[in-house]
């Protein structure tokens, strides 16, 4: 069964404490690999697509990698406008989207 | 501006009274979805669909009805709806599927 497990399920950083979120997913024929931030009480914004293992990508302070089993969000030196949940998702070849539970970030100033 | 609006925002209603809530994105984006949020339960896809008369059922499709006769709009019907239908829901479309997906504003709808 595909599936995408996020961890931790809430976090929280002091401002400059860098760390990272997990994403573990088991599908067959990986199409892709997506973050989001959610803000509350508002839709998910996209951040990063990911395709294959080995993959990165970086957007200020948010670098995302991606292996064969799973991605890791790396935060570096995070201010508290980086607080929000952060949703992983991946693409079966059908075209249907799993998303994780997400983790909530906080950082405090 | 780009953007995937959704209506209504917000809707009380009782269980069987059938309802429809709007989805339209102005990207001419082939691929559009409908999910639905709960505490503890994150985002489930309801339904998708990769073009126009093509549909395809997500992880929690039972209870909603969905049609895409356009590109652009994609919405999501509740036939009779049931208590454990209340929820936070988000639709969403992309470029195609495996694209970034642009999420509409939400529709929070209780069932009572």
């Known amino acids: 069964e595909d599936q995408v497990t996020q961890s931790p399920e809430a976090l929280r950083l002091q401002e400059g404490e860098s760390s990272s979120l997990n994403c573990s997913y088991t599908?067959?024929?990986?199409?892709?690999l997506f973050w989001y931030r959610q803000d509350p009480g508002k839709g998910p914004e996209f951040l990063f697509t990911?395709?294959?293992a080995g993959e990165e990508k970086e957007k200020e302070r948010l670098k995302a990698t991606l292996t064969k089993k799973e991605s890791f969000l790396h935060i570096t030196a995070p201010k508290p406008e980086d607080s929000a949940t952060y949703l992983c998702a991946v693409q079966a070849p059908t075209g249907k989207l799993i998303f994780g539970q997400g983790t909530t970030l906080q950082v405090k100033p | 501006e780009a953007q995937v609006t959704q209506n209504p925002r917000y809707l009380i209603t009782v269980t069987g009274k059938k309802l429809t809530v709007t989805c339209s994105q102005n990207?001419?984006?082939?691929?559009m979805s409908w999910y639905r949020q709960d505490p503890g339960l994150g985002l489930r896809q309801i339904y998708y669909s990769m073009n126009v008369e093509v549909t395809d059922k997500g992880d929690v499709p039972e209870g909603y009805k969905v049609s895409r006769k356009e590109k652009r709009n994609f919405p999501l019907i509740l036939e009779s709806p049931s208590p454990n239908q209340t929820s936070l829901y988000f639709c969403a479309s992309s470029l195609d599927r495996g694209g970034e997906q642009y999420f509409g504003p939400g529709t929070r709808l209780t069932v009572t």
């Open positions: 599908v067959s024929g990986l199409r892709g």
């Open positions: 990911l395709y294959s």
């Open positions: 990207m001419n984006h082939e691929y």
